[in-house]
């Protein structure tokens, strides 16, 4: 049933705030991480700041500061590692532990930027490259975005000094996914944050947000707002694409960006997860209390199953996992996240179970885990609406699911319930607003999990590819790749339609691997097959790519080396870190180890970055362990003049390996330590047969070595086989290209692509689009212009 709230709002509040926006301080500064402290500060909130009861001298910007505070405070103390131990809550403080996070830096256009590790995430507020009043930080299903907004308000509530929220006046946390159909800010501030306070009317709120210096706004879960993606004209709206308090902060959490935000003024933050030095923290922190035969059961625990210490750098499942090693003494051994999640689910029912002393009972919750078709069509449903419905009304559901199954998955922790805002479109504005009961799944994955099962069926029933595609083109990988995942988990015939599906999708090998991955056990022909395909073509590992898909894509490699599966071309773009004999480190901190099947490796590096000689010589002597390896490529790396002779391991000297570098037009001789220049056929038609950049940046010495291989190429009629010009192309000179740098790059015969990208904000000119025509009409082997 609906419960009916009387609260005083304006009839004014109840379309989107469409005043004029006050001109506040930018002083707020938003999202940033507490002290570390396993305790409490010392000055902490005192309780009689957190009751109902004040004077009649406080003014109403008290009553609101005191009535978020108790509200938060609500929210932080409830935290719950394991969903079905209800009775066990921490606070935030007592468990959070920092992940890893990154921040976007533009270079030149959002498409050109770089993603930065930071040692804290208090630095993206900190660091001048990325300061501005909106940000987007974004992270994956199970990364802990909520729970990083939970310590922020904890930091709040309690003044903690560390943190730059202490002297805000105002912090407003808001749950996206409560606000569906409500276009107020102060009326959602009003029902969901201070519903008890009845001295506060939304009209109050909107006057004491006007008058403070500094206000902090954090909106939580973009993906499961309702009204996502819609042009609604609500506040939420207008703040994202920074309309609506533009002097003020605002933080956006998500796992995806909005289709409309202000990308010229929103920074970008994202969260990466656990590292093993963030997990060490959290068992200490959370569970072990000191004793260090805890932490190193753990520990062990992750060791001894490499596929466990692979999924268990997502927050969620590592706190689930060290939760319940904890608990029981043991955890299975699990050969993918289908296995782990459905052990997990399994201890979820096995805790009801032993609470319960009915045996008739106790038989129903078995049945009830085991047979949950129609929750698994409800989940299904919900994700593949073009808009996703997470949450539904807890009258209808329990309706169709049957009372008692629904109140066995509720009391499980599967399942929970929440007030949401109760909007209808016949509303008119007055003084009453309603709220009602929701039920939405414990978290995003659960849902995930459960609409697999009626995936699976559909994909089952689907008689030839075309439907395969007409059910899978409705669910979008990179929004539910777990959902993907648990459906090649629960059924190997199922998996391999959907493998086929992904391959035919534009980047869907990455999806594949992560499929192909989830069929655990015996790793038979099927499977060969599908890692042989994917390894015969170039294989990315891109610093764009999540550490999810970089991982899995370093155990599909790991699979192909140890079943002697060539790897045909293994490509390093802006990924690389360090190298050693054993283990090329990425950018990420996941390792490459050793690949004895690969054949080629490129490196290329970000933006700035020269390689030094010890990068050169960790990844010769990385090459070296690679019986299999006969070519290493540096493409666009400004390189050393020599490698000491001494420091370049022997086995290499008597080895097949050649180093190539294209931009320098050169080979390494293993024997001296020398670059040397190509001259000879074999060896230019090698360099010419991958892509060659011309780019901007490169200085005058890497650009005249590029235009002399390819002007030794076009001379001696060796193909070509592209020529990329990066924003260095300036115009045609008599019949020439004359680059930005003032360097003339003469015809080429024997090109057989040309790409030319301008600046972002140049327009050709017709007399230069007929210049460059009659350039490329001087190749003979030219196939496309672009």
């Not at 206000?215 to 993906?223: A, K, P, R, S, T």
């Not at 694409?241 to 409309?260: E, I, V």
Request: include cysteine.
């Amino acid at each position: 049933m609906s419960k009916l709230e009387t609260l005083d709002v304006d009839s004014s509040d109840e379309q989107s705030s469409g005043y004029e926006e006050p001109s506040l301080s930018s002083s707020a500064q938003a999202f940033v991480t507490s002290s570390q402290s396993t305790e409490r500060p010392t000055f902490a909130v005192r309780n009689d700041t957190m009751t109902p009861k004040v004077t009649e001298n406080q003014d109403k910007k008290s009553l609101l500061v005191n009535a978020l505070k108790k509200r938060y405070k609500i929210q932080y103390d409830a935290i719950q590692p394991i969903p079905y131990i209800k009775e066990r809550l921490y606070c935030v403080d007592k468990v959070f532990v920092e992940g890893g996070t990154e921040f976007y830096i533009v270079r030149g256009t959002a498409d050109t930027g770089a993603w930065v590790r930071v040692n804290s995430y208090r630095d993206i507020f900190t660091d001048s490259r990325i300061k501005s009043t909106r940000r987007i930080i974004e992270a994956g299903a199970g990364y802990g975005k909520s729970t990083v907004t939970l310590q922020l308000a904890y930091d709040w509530c309690n003044g903690v000094e560390s943190s730059p929220l202490k002297d805000v006046e105002i912090l407003i946390l808001l749950r996206l996914r409560q606000l569906g159909k409500i276009k107020s800010i102060y009326k959602a501030i009003k029902l969901f944050l201070v519903p008890d306070e009845p001295r506060i009317k939304s009209s109050d709120i909107k006057n004491i947000i006007e008058s403070c210096s500094s206000v902090e706004i954090l909106l939580d879960g973009y993906d499961e707002y309702p009204d996502k993606d819609k042009r609604t004209g609500s506040d939420v709206d207008r703040i994202i694409k920074n309309d609506l308090f533009k002097d003020l902060d605002a933080s956006l959490t998500t796992r995806y960006l909005p289709k409309d935000y202000d990308r010229y003024n929103t920074k970008r933050v994202r969260l990466v997860g656990f590292d093993e030095k963030a997990r060490d923290q959290y068992i200490r922190k959370a569970i072990a209390g000191g004793n260090e035969e805890v932490v190193e059961d753990i520990k062990r625990a992750l060791k001894a199953n490499p596929i466990l210490d692979d999924l268990c750098q997502v927050p969620i499942f590592f706190v689930m996992f060290a939760h319940m090693t904890h608990e029981k003494k043991y955890f299975q051994t699990f050969k993918s996240v289908t296995e782990f999640f459905r052990y997990m689910i399994q201890c979820f029912h096995d805790h009801m179970r032993k609470k319960s002393l009915d045996q008739n009972t106790k038989k129903h919750m078995s049945e009830y885990e085991i047979e949950h078709t129609e929750l698994s069509k409800v989940a299904f449903e919900g994700l593949s609406n073009e808009n996703q419905q997470l949450s539904w009304d807890k009258e209808k559901l329990g309706g169709r699911l049957g009372q008692v199954f629904y109140d066995h998955y509720i009391l499980v922790g599967i399942l929970v319930e929440e007030e949401v805002a109760d909007v209808t479109n016949e509303m008119t504005p007055g003084k009453s607003i309603q709220t009602k009961t929701e039920t939405r799944f414990y978290h995003k994955l659960f849902c995930e999990y459960y609409a697999s099962f009626a995936l699976v069926n559909k994909v089952a029933a689907a008689k030839n590819a075309n439907k395969v595609k007409k059910i899978l083109d409705k669910i979008d990988p990179f929004d539910l790749q777990y959902l993907y995942r648990f459906s090649c988990g629960i059924d190997a015939t199922v998996g391999g339609k959907i493998i086929k599906y992904l391959k035919e999708r534009k980047d869907g090998d990455k999806f594949a691997i992560l499929c192909i991955l989830e069929q655990a056990g015996k790793i038979d022909e099927d499977m060969k097959k599908n890692v042989r395909e994917i390894c015969s073509k170039v294989l990315f590992l891109r610093i764009d790519d999540n550490k999810l898909i970089q991982r899995s894509s370093i155990q599909l490699l790991d699979i192909a080396s140890k079943f002697d599966i060539p790897i045909d071309d293994l490509y390093l773009f802006e990924t690389f870190s360090k190298a050693d004999k054993d283990n090329i480190v990425l950018r990420s901190g996941l390792s490459l180890g050793n690949l004895s099947t690969v054949l080629k490796i490129v490196v290329t590096t970000e933006v700035g970055r020269e390689l030094t000689e010890e990068d050169y010589i960790g990844l010769l002597q990385y090459a070296e362990q690679s019986k299999d390896l006969r070519e290493l490529w540096f493409r666009n790396c400004p390189l050393p003049e020599s490698i000491h002779p001494n420091s370049i391991p022997i086995g290499l000297k008597t080895s097949k390996l050649k180093v190539f570098s294209p931009n320098s037009g050169s080979c390494l001789d293993l024997y001296s330590g020398q670059w040397i220049k190509a001259d000879d056929v074999d060896t230019i038609t090698k360099l010419c047969s991958d892509p060659l950049t011309i780019f901007e940046r490169d200085n005058e010495s890497q650009q005249r070595s590029t235009i002399e291989l390819l002007e030794k190429a076009s001379s001696r009629d060796i193909p070509i086989h592209s020529l990329y010009l990066y924003k260095s192309f300036s115009h045609i000179d008599e019949g020439d290209v004359i680059l930005r740098s003032g360097l003339r790059l003469s015809r080429l015969s024997s090109v057989q692509l040309i790409h030319i990208t301008k600046e972002n904000d140049r327009v050709m000119t017709p007399e230069e689009i007929i210049g460059i025509l009659v350039y490329v009409q001087q190749s003979q082997r030219l196939i496309k212009l672009t």
